[in-house]
């Protein structure tokens, strides 16, 4: 790979991963937080949190879930791309263990940044829209699953997703999208796999090394 299609790569990776977790790759834990967000100081469970007004009624199964994992102490994405041979590629890997979330690069490797607070609703609109189940439970990963076909949302970006729910738990276990229009990855279709069991996810090797 040439240094111009490696610095594309490159910046196409940072705006993946802006738009779709609103995360940034920096090189130390750093203290901003972007505009109209809270960071996230302490372990906050999804049931202790108003639900916020704008949720789109049909999807307050899903929206409970996306809270429980995104304020929890400790929970990891990792977002993959789905070429149209059938190949999958990781674009990026997400850990966040309270105040901080580290964040590998898959060209420059692990960094940490403050974490922040992630919303069902983002400017007024709702992150998921016209939430349908699709499938009788099955088993995912040893839960039982619930699978929910929607639209999803996140600035100007639009995806339509499914996304498969631990019935029990009420946790996501896993996001499929197809992004309607422009995509932030390098592929059309994308998968996400989450872990929200605090012991299997392993500290990152990265600096500084924080308490875990």
Not at 91 to 96: G, L, P
Request: aromatic share 10%.
């Amino acid at each position: 790979m040439n240094s111009q299609s490696k610095g594309f790569s490159l910046r196409n990776t940072f705006t993946a991963i802006a738009a779709v977790v609103a995360l940034v790759s920096s090189s130390s834990a750093r203290e901003d937080v972007p505009a109209g967000r809270s960071p996230l100081r302490e372990d906050r469970r999804s049931h202790e949190l108003a639900q916020p007004q704008g949720e789109d009624p049909s999807c307050s199964r899903l929206d409970r879930a996306l809270q429980r994992g995104y304020n929890s102490g400790r929970y990891s994405v990792q977002e993959w791309e789905v070429w149209p041979d059938g190949r999958t590629t990781l674009a990026f890997e997400q850990r966040s263990n309270g105040r901080f979330m580290y964040l590998l690069n898959t060209v420059m490797g692990w960094s940490i940044r403050q974490r922040w607070e992630m919303y069902t609703v983002e400017d007024g609109q709702p992150v998921f829209t016209n939430c349908t189940e699709v499938a009788a439970a099955t088993t995912y990963r040893g839960d039982t699953a619930i699978y929910t076909d929607a639209e999803w949302q996140r600035g100007s970006l639009r995806a339509v997703a499914t996304v498969v729910l631990s019935e029990q738990e009420g946790r996501i276990l896993r996001v499929d999208r197809r992004f309607v229009g422009h995509s932030p990855f390098r592929t059309e279709r994308t998968f996400e796999i989450w872990e929200t069991r605090r012991d299997l996810i392993a500290k990152p090797d990265a600096k500084p090394d924080l308490p875990w």
